[in-house]
Structures are given as structure tokens and as C-alpha cells.
């Protein structure tokens, strides 16, 4: 009897707990918690044996006393807090200006360079979690919103990125919620939220041809020009801006071969590395196992995301498009050693987890903050490339 009074009770509480704002909390919880689990697991490994803090950073910045924020910063987080610090000079002109802009608000007020790019960062990493979920429930559930939420925000490349002083965040809560707004037909916020998207990745753009194909629909016509406008005209201006301190019209473009030294970009340049390391030798002898398992993870990082894109269009026609756009980019353009990363914040694509079984998506969730913390580490501590 008492048991399954416990369960009835147990039960209601859970009912309760789902309806409401506060199952909201749930995830956020979760998701939180474990971000400032694992940065104090990296610290403490950084400092076993009573070892003083030390990150690569420290070394490769000059800062010469290690504070905690240093936890949340490494490799481009340097460039985005140079840009907010002395404003643009070549080959920064590669980085987009809505990230620097919101450090630079964040310094004014707190008067410290790493811990403001690390204060904007996370906390839009973490408003990201509820954001998704109730984009999430547009499409499903809420019960199932509220696990796939946990699996998309837990994922190593979006739990990562959404921690360290990197634009992920900043482009996640633009782009969930220009589609948010969207679908709730807010199109001023939505539009200023897609305006903020493309200033924040160059791809960003993309997400106001959903919201205008949105507005076409609900035949709004004008409203759908205007939105593609201020997006365009942001990003142009920025452009314009870049014309006036380099004299260059494609500055951005032409600050691309700086960082494309020595790295593969978009598809087609992989497959052309593997066919030129083979022909040096006259045979394919010259591909190794490294090679070979590097290939082969890149095919299936990139089949199984086209596959979950494709899929997408079943869920949501505008936005499934969106996604199709956004990976036929990445995958043309995109820099290679970072398709984890990039792949991995296409918002459709994750929507189509609902079909999938529970069991598989909580042993995922299960795995995951292992694989973070191994990120982590390996990210800030030695400072290793982690795309």
C-alpha cells in the first residue's frame, strides 16, 4: 500500500513537474550542473599532485597570473577578445563583429577582458538549453522535448563550445530564436535575432530565408523583404566598415587565406588530399591507417547529419530547408577539421530525435559528459586543436 501510494504520489509530482514553466528547469538543471561539474574536474586535474593551475594559454597569451576563467578560453577566444580590446586589424577580419561587440558591453561593466568573454558566452550557452526546448516542443512532446533538449545540449561539440569563449552560443540563441519567435509570428524579434545570427557566423544569413519563406506563407510579403533587408544591409555595412580600415572590398574574404594555410576546407578538399597523397607515391600505399580512420569519420559524420537533415524536411518544411542549406555550406566551405563542431549546431537536424528510443538517446546521455571532460582538457590544458 505504501508503495503505491509512493508511486501515485511520485507520479503527480512528475505530471506537475512537466506541465508548467518549470519544466523548463528539468534540462537547465541538468545541463548546468555538469558544465560546472566537469570545469571543476578539469581543474582539479590540472592541479593533481599539488600542482600550481597552469593552462597552455597562460604561456601563449602572457598573462602572467592564472585565474579560473582561463578554464573557458583557448585557440580563436584570443582573437574575439583582441577584436573587443583594439578593434579589427588584419587577418581578424575574418571574425564576425557580434561577439566582440557583446564583450566589449560585458568589459564596460565588469572591468576584466577574459572574465567578461567568458561570462557572455556561458550564460548564452546555458539560456540556450530552455530556449531549444521550447522550440523542441513545437515539433513533439514535451516529455520527448524535454530528453531530446538533454541529448542536443549534452552532445561533446555543443556542450563544449556552448562553455568556452567561443561564438557557438551566441549563434545558437539567434538562431533558436529567430525560429522561435518565428513560429510563435513575433517577426520584429525575429528579425532582430536573424540580424544578430548573420553578424555572428557568415553563414548565419541563412536563417532569415526560412523566416521570410515564413512570412511569404502567411502572406506577408513586405514584412518577408524587410527581414531579409536588415539582415543583408547589417552585413554589408559591416563589409562597408571592413572597406574603410583596409581599403580591401573583400577583406573578409581575402583574410580567409590566412587561415586556410595548411588547413582543408569543404569536402571536395579532402577527397583531393587523399588522391595526392596516394599519387606521390604512384599507390595508394602512401594512405595510412591514420588517414584511412580520419576519412572515414569525416563520411560518417557527414553522411548521418545529411541523412537527419533530409529527414528534417518532414518536420518542418522552412526549417528543414534552412538545415539543407546550412549543410550543403558547411560541407562546401567548411573548414574540415571542424565538421564536428559546425555540423553539429544544425538545429533542424535534432528535431528528428523524437523517433528515436529512449534507451538509446539516455545511454547517450549517460556517455556524453565523459567525452566532454576529455575535450575539456585536452582543449585548455595542453592546448590541443579541438575543432
Not at 195 to 215: D, F, H, N, W
Not at 295 to 301: G, K, Q, R
Amino acid at each position: 500500500m505504501q508503495d503505491a501510494s509512493l508511486n501515485v504520489v511520485v507520479a503527480k509530482l512528475s505530471k506537475q513537474f512537466s506541465a508548467g514553466k518549470t519544466r523548463l528547469l528539468g534540462p537547465l538543471g541538468v545541463v548546468l550542473a555538469t558544465k560546472l561539474l566537469i570545469a571543476c574536474g578539469v581543474y582539479l586535474l590540472a592541479t593533481r599532485n599539488g600542482a600550481q593551475f597552469h593552462t597552455f594559454w597562460v604561456d601563449e597569451w602572457g598573462i602572467s597570473k592564472p585565474d579560473w576563467p582561463l578554464l573557458f578560453h583557448g585557440w580563436d577566444s584570443a582573437w574575439y577578445i583582441r577584436i573587443a580590446k583594439t578593434g579589427y586589424s588584419y587577418p581578424a577580419y575574418a571574425f564576425l563583429p557580434a561577439y566582440p561587440f557583446m564583450i566589449k558591453i560585458a568589459y564596460l561593466l565588469i572591468g576584466d577582458w577574459i572574465l567578461s568573454s567568458f561570462i557572455v558566452s556561458f550564460l548564452l550557452g546555458v539560456a540556450a538549453v530552455p530556449m531549444f526546448q521550447l522550440l523542441a516542443e513545437n515539433y513533439m512532446s514535451k516529455d520527448q522535448a524535454a530528453i531530446v533538449t538533454l541529448v542536443f545540449a549534452l552532445f561533446p561539440p555543443v556542450f563544449f563550445f556552448t562553455s568556452v569563449a567561443y561564438t557557438e552560443s551566441l549563434f545558437l540563441v539567434a538562431t533558436i530564436g529567430t525560429w522561435l519567435f518565428c513560429l510563435r509570428k513575433k517577426w520584429f524579434p525575429s528579425t532582430i535575432l536573424a540580424t544578430v545570427a548573420s553578424l555572428t557566423k557568415i553563414y548565419g544569413i541563412l536563417i532569415v530565408l526560412p523566416l521570410a519563406l515564413r512570412l511569404v506563407k502567411e502572406g506577408r510579403k513586405r514584412t518577408a523583404l524587410l527581414a531579409v533587408l536588415a539582415s543583408l544591409t547589417t552585413l554589408l555595412g559591416w563589409g562597408y566598415y571592413l572597406l574603410t580600415l583596409s581599403g580591401d572590398p573583400l577583406a573578409f574574404w581575402s583574410s580567409q587565406n590566412h587561415w586556410r594555410e595548411g588547413w582543408p576546407y569543404g569536402v571536395s578538399s579532402v577527397l583531393r588530399a587523399v588522391v595526392e597523397s596516394a599519387s606521390n607515391t604512384g599507390s595508394a600505399s602512401a594512405l595510412t591507417v591514420s588517414w584511412i580512420l580520419i576519412v572515414a569519420l569525416w563520411i560518417v559524420i557527414i553522411t548521418l547529419t545529411g541523412i537527419s537533415v533530409v529527414k528534417s524536411m518532414e518536420v518542418d518544411e522552412e526549417f528543414g530547408l534552412y538545415g539543407m542549406m546550412l549543410f550543403a555550406f558547411l560541407a562546401a566551405f567548411g573548414n574540415v577539421w571542424s565538421f564536428s563542431r559546425f555540423l553539429s549546431f544544425i538545429l533542424p537536424a535534432w528535431l528528428t530525435l523524437r523517433t528515436v528510443s529512449k534507451a538509446a538517446l539516455t545511454a547517450a546521455i549517460a556517455t556524453f559528459p565523459i567525452i566532454s571532460l576529455v575535450i575539456w582538457y585536452l582543449f585548455v590544458i595542453p592546448g590541443a586543436w579541438i575543432g
